[in-house]
Structure formats: structure tokens, C-alpha cells
């Protein structure tokens, strides 16, 4: 109840973007439920598990990169876990933010039904701002490169979802007016077979500035939860 009166529309929206991308659902049979995040980088856990007050785990241990370069090294990880009644209580106030297909799926399986999804006619700009940001975060990727004739940034969202990236590519471009490009980029060979990986890219150019207002919204106090991300937007807005 104390949490329902803290969280507002836009938290359980950026907590979408996290869950889309770096997010899990799954049912077990001692928990009934288990939800919780897994990263590489400890802020946006941690965050996490201040907001939800609940623990925050690491692991560290050996890993090999993919094929053809097969290089072993030692990687930590971070966890935060919400289980039983309280991940039933987050997954139902997150699902309406949920956009991947899949991630609603897994979310329904531990609720035991589907909830009503958020229409993408309702979401407000700002739930959207919140959501690209922590999807920026996750699957995503900042980079400020030099043109021909001016310095650039480049913000990309990577999925072999092409249906998940397009309902992105029209919300940010329906409520938040951006110029988007959404392009095929590889092939790869999986445990299921051969998938497509797409790419949608969000760029700005100081020549060519038509992004920028959304680029300098994602620097404003609790849009992005990932500071070595938001010190790369916060670079080329300060240039």
C-alpha cells in the first residue's frame, strides 16, 4: 500500500523499459512466482532493489565469448529477486508498460491471466521518454562518433523482435515526434534455429539537431538509471 502511494505512472513505465529488455518473469513451485532483473551493471539493480526493498546479489564466475573468438574471462553479475505475492504485486503493475510480446506471456503465466496492456494511443510522452531511456539502457547502445562536418549520437535499440521494435519505432515517433530508422542487421545461428537481428536507431547531429529535445530530456533527473549511458548524452548536449 505505501508503495501504490510512492510509484507514479512514469516509474512503473521506466520499470518497463528495464523489464522488456533485461527483465524476467517465471513461475516455480515453491514460490508460485519470481520476478527480478540480472545485469552486468550494478546501478540499475541496486536501484531496483532500494525501490522494492528487497536484497541485491552478485555472482562472479567464467565465461567464454561466442564463436570465432572464444576468449575466457571472469564476469560479476547482479541480481535482485522479487518472489510470491510481492512479484505478483510488481508484475501487475508493470504489465500495462510491457511491450514485448514475450515479456507479456511470461508476466500472464505467473499472474494466471492476462491484464489489460496500456493502449499505445494513451501512453503519455513522458512514460514514453521513461520507457526508451531504460530500454536504452538495456538492449540498447550510446555512441558519439565525428561526421564529415560535425559530431553526432547515435542511440540504438538491438532486437531479433522485429514486431517489439516496431511498436517502439511508432511510439517514439507518434508521441514523441522522432525521426527513427529501423534496418535489418544480421543473421545468427541459435539453439531454436536461425534468427534476424534488427536494429532501431535514434540519432542527432548538431548539423542536423531534429532529435535533440528528446536527447536532452533523457539527462533530466530520474529518466535514465544507467550513469555511464547518461554521461555519454549529457557529453554531446554539453558540446
Known amino acids: 500500500e505505501k508503495k501504490d502511494q510512492e510509484l507514479t505512472n512514469l516509474d512503473w513505465a521506466k520499470w518497463g523499459g528495464w523489464d522488456d529488455t533485461d527483465g524476467w518473469f517465471t513461475v516455480t513451485a515453491l514460490f508460485q512466482g519470481k520476478t527480478g532483473l540480472y545485469l552486468k551493471d550494478r546501478q540499475p539493480v541496486e536501484l531496483f532493489a532500494r525501490t522494492f526493498e528487497t536484497s541485491l546479489c552478485c555472482r562472479t564466475f567464467k565465461t567464454i565469448t561466442p564463436e570465432p573468438y572464444r576468449k ?3 564476469i560479476t553479475v547482479y541480481r535482485v529477486d522479487m518472489c510470491g505475492k510481492k512479484a505478483r504485486w510488481f508484475t501487475k503493475n508493470v504489465y500495462p508498460y510491457l511491450i514485448k510480446q514475450a515479456k507479456k506471456d511470461y508476466a500472464a503465466k505467473l499472474l494466471g491471466y492476462h491484464p489489460e496492456s496500456k493502449n499505445f494511443t494513451d501512453w503519455t510522452p513522458e512514460e514514453v521518454r521513461n520507457y526508451i531511456a531504460t530500454a536504452l539502457e538495456g538492449d540498447g547502445n550510446v555512441t558519439i562518433g565525428l561526421g564529415k562536418k560535425t559530431k553526432y549520437i547515435a542511440s540504438t535499440i538491438r532486437s531479433s523482435d522485429a514486431q517489439y521494435l516496431s511498436d517502439v519505432k511508432y511510439l517514439t515517433e507518434t508521441k514523441l515526434g522522432l525521426v527513427t530508422n529501423m534496418r535489418e542487421m544480421q543473421t545468427y545461428q541459435t539453439q531454436k534455429g536461425i534468427k534476424t537481428k534488427y536494429e532501431l536507431r535514434i540519432s542527432c547531429s548538431r ?7 528528446f536527447f536532452q530530456s533523457l539527462v533530466k533527473e530520474g ?4 550513469d555511464r549511458k547518461k554521461q555519454k548524452v549529457q557529453e554531446f548536449i554539453n558540446q
Open 72 to 74: 575466457e574471462y571472469t
Open 207 to 213: 548539423q542536423n539537431p531534429q532529435n535533440l529535445g
Open 223 to 226: 529518466v535514465m538509471t544507467l
